[in-house]
């Protein structure tokens, strides 16, 4: 069974603070990575994705993967109150079928005023 | 732009009837997808389609049966429904591989 795992928080900061979100993934051979963010009642919507080891970085956000270590993270920098959400993080394993991501269960971040 | 339009938006059955929920995407993407969302379970797949002409299953396929209709569409039907079935149904769709889906607003289920 491969296995997606977060914290599912909830995670409070501070509006303006750095919120980190943090991912493992349990296959080795994964080869995609991707953060959704899910606000309350609505559908997923993709924010960040990541394929090689090191930083990739999107306005206020930076994903960071390490293959070796099975860990994949999302930074917020300057966090506003409209990101609070839930964060999930999906995987794209290497066995079997391409075409499936592996979800992990989410991270509830609040940004408080 | 539609993006990915999922009907109904809810429905409440009895155990033991049938419904299908219905999911067109105007990307012309190749995949589709229907998840379900239960509180501390996450998004889990149910069953996908990575071409048109092609469904296989995902990691909840029982008590659900698919159609792709067309490139554009991909339904989700329950034969019986049961309260287990109680969810939130969302279908989504990529361009190629895995990952970058597009969502649609989900469709909420109540099987009393």
């Known amino acids: 069974q491969k296995e997606v795992e977060q914290n599912s928080g909830p995670l409070s900061v501070p509006e303006g603070a750095i919120a980190s979100l943090n991912c493992t993934y349990s296959?080795?051979?994964?080869?995609?990575f991707f953060w959704y963010r899910q606000y309350s009642g609505k559908s997923p919507e993709l924010i960040m994705s990541?394929?090689?080891?090191g930083d990739k970085e999107d306005g206020r956000f930076t994903a960071q993967l390490n293959k070796a270590s099975q860990y994949v993270s999302l930074l917020i920098r300057d966090s506003q109150p409209s990101d609070s959400a839930t964060y999930l993080c999906?995987?794209?394993?290497?066995?079997?079928?391409?075409?499936?991501?592996?979800f992990g269960k989410g991270t509830l971040l609040t940004v408080n005023p | 732009n539609a993006g990915v339009t999922q009907t109904p938006k809810f429905q409440v059955l009895k155990t033991g009837q049938s419904m299908t929920l219905q999911c067109a995407q105007d990307?012309?993407?190749?995949?589709m997808y229907w998840y379900r969302q239960d509180p501390g379970m996450g998004l889990r797949l149910i069953y996908y389609?990575?071409?048109?002409?092609?469904?296989d299953k995902g990691e909840v396929p029982n008590g659900y049966n698919v159609s792709r209709l067309n490139k554009r569409e991909f339904s989700l039907r329950l034969e019986s429904a049961a309260p287990s079935q109680t969810s939130v149904y969302f279908c989504?769709?990529?361009?190629?591989?895995?990952?970058?889906?597009?969502f649609g607003e989900g469709s909420r289920l109540t099987v009393l």
């Open positions: 990307m012309n993407h190749n995949s």
């Open positions: 389609s990575a071409s048109e002409g092609t469904t």
């Open positions: 296959d080795r051979g994964s080869q995609s």
């Open positions: 989504a769709s990529t361009r190629g591989i895995a990952g970058e889906l597009f």
């Open positions: 999906a995987v794209n394993t290497s066995g079997g079928s391409n075409y499936k991501l592996t």
């Open positions: 990541i394929y090689s080891n």
